[in-house]
């Protein structure tokens, strides 16, 4: 089967991002676009990102996952430690992460070292969700490789009952990571591929940024 897409394109018309406007923070920089992008509507989860990781043999791997905080310590997402990713994760903590929103023609891409937030953080969120969702932090040996979707549902069907009128605990093997960052790259679509691309690097010299733009 050969399927061209020669005709997929689109004229990116949205805005600019020059290098004398960008803030000279990156997580600023991070914080306007991420609200604007919300305002501005026509995306059902701004908070989507891909997380790429490599495993031991060196391949990569991509997913979506959801951010859930950020500030100056880092990036936080939540999941399960001895699936594929978090095992990734803890063999090889260096991670990139990405959020494309077409609704204003913008990506970040941010690149960085990752570690588990403490066990009182991962907590304090796990008691914040739904019980379906904590029941499923259990229900699910992720990554791994189970007969049908029967053992699943049956799983569940036993945790409800297990804890239909108690409390769910976090178990140990779930959890978040942070992600601090070493290398913004804010991306902007312009009009005949020209893109405005403005990165970011961290100094082990210097607190402050280094900002250069990038040609498309």
């Known amino acids: 089967m050969n399927r061209e897409l020669h005709d997929y394109r689109d004229s990116y018309e949205q805005g600019e991002l020059l290098l004398e406007n960008a803030l000279d923070n990156p997580l600023d920089q991070f914080a306007l676009w991420f609200d604007e992008v919300e305002k501005a509507g026509g995306v059902r989860e701004v908070n989507a990102m891909t997380v790429a990781t ?10 979506i996952v959801l951010l859930k905080s950020y500030d100056s310590k880092g990036f936080v997402f939540y999941t399960n430690y001895n699936s594929e990713k978090g095992q990734a994760i803890q063999e090889h903590p260096k991670v990139s992460l990405s959020f494309f929103w077409p609704n204003l023609e913008r990506q970040v891409i941010i ?84 893109h405005d691309r403005i990165r970011y690097s961290s100094s082990e010299k210097s607190s402050l940024w280094l900002k250069e733009r990038l040609a498309p």
């Open 111 to 194: 690149q960085g070292t990752a570690q588990k937030v403490s066990a009182a953080q991962s907590d304090d969120y796990f008691n914040k969700r739904p019980k379906g969702s904590q029941l499923g932090a259990l229900a699910s040996p992720q990554s791994t490789i189970i007969a049908d979707r029967a053992v699943l549902e049956q799983h569940m069907s036993d945790l409800k009952t297990q804890y239909e009128n108690r409390d769910v605990k976090r178990p140990d093997h779930w959890g978040g990571f942070v992600i601090q960052p070493l290398v913004y790259e804010f991306w902007q679509g312009r009009p005949s591929r020209l």
């Open 54 to 63: 490599v495993d031991p043999s060196g391949m990569p791997k991509s997913r």
